[in-house]
């Protein structure tokens, strides 16, 4: 507890300059990097339905390690979310300590900002509101995945956007996400100056450039995505809960003469 003071505080009871409020922007920094990349990571591989249904089936067999369990498992899937929603926690814990404490203090930060007219510190207020918005869109997803990982898959996937309602949630928080980290990433790199080279300004516009590019990629794939979810699910709506069948063994169920191997 006198930890939490003292990190607030910045100093100990004796004056003392404390470590503190280094260590916990530290585990924002890491926890941010982590779910920045894992986004990226995400993002790709929900977008394997633009490929084919065949091929978003087979990414979310591998991810419930059906090459060691027969059929997968998808209790993988909730472990894995719920590690997820854990560092999601942290970082978004971490995070508030530096919002404004109240409407006064937000007033005095905006109307600097304002006269500032810096790019930089508005990019801090769309990361503070993106990361609000955040809080509550991201752990919906999150608990919904969690406890409901067997139901994830083309035709699972596509009716909980659709005939589940999850479409306007998803719009929100694709918006919050692609922004909130790209910029979060970005932020960070100039912060440690990792890709400052010997020229720092020009460093700076070059990533510049980069945010924006990746901003704009993430965004056209995720709403394309969304739009074929819809699409699927919309097609799917009379037929909502039955799962998809892979091509393969629909072909096999056939050669067969419809008994099931
Ligand atoms: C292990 C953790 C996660 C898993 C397994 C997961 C899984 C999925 C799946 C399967 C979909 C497709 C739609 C559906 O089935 O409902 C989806 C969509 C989405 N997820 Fe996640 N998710 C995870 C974490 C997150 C986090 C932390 C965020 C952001 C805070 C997020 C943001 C989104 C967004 C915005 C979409 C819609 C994307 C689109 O349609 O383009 N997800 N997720």
């Not at 300059?17 to 990349?37: C, E, H, N, V, W």
């Not at 999601?88 to 919002?99: E, P, V």
């Amino acid at each position: 507890m006198s930890d939490l003071i003292e990190g607030y505080l910045g100093e100990t009871v004796e004056r003392k300059k404390s470590r503190m409020p280094a260590k916990l922007d530290y585990i924002q920094s890491a926890t941010g990097l982590f779910l920045g990349l894992f986004m990226w990571g995400h993002m790709l591989l929900v977008s394997s339905i633009l490929i084919s249904k065949d091929f978003m089936y087979g990414v979310t067999k591998l991810l419930e390690a059906s090459f060691i369990f027969d059929g997968g498992s998808p209790i993988i899937v909730s472990i894995f979310a719920f590690v997820i929603f854990v560092i999601f926690i942290t970082h978004a814990a971490m995070g508030m300590r530096k919002l404004p404490g109240n409407f006064k203090q937000y007033q005095v930060m905006k109307s600097h900002a304002d006269n500032m007219d810096h790019e930089d510190t508005k990019l801090w207020f769309i990361q503070a509101f993106t990361g609000f918005a955040m809080f509550f869109l991201g752990s919906i997803h999150l608990y919904i995945i969690m406890t409901n990982s067997d139901a994830i898959g083309p035709y699972a996937s596509a009716d909980r956007v659709w005939s589940e309602w999850m479409w306007p949630l998803y719009i929100l928080l694709l918006l919050a996400v692609e922004f909130h980290g790209t910029i979060g990433l970005y932020r960070l790199a100039v912060k440690w100056g990792w890709f400052d080279g010997k020229d720092p300004k020009a460093s700076r516009a070059k990533l510049k450039m980069w945010k924006k590019s990746l901003t704009y990629f993430f965004l056209i794939l995720g709403f394309t995505t969304l739009a074929a979810y819809m699409k699927i699910g919309m097609d799917h709506a009379d037929k909502a809960g039955e799962r998809y069948q892979p091509t393969a063994k629909v072909i096999e169920y056939k050669i067969n003469d419809g008994r099931v191997a």
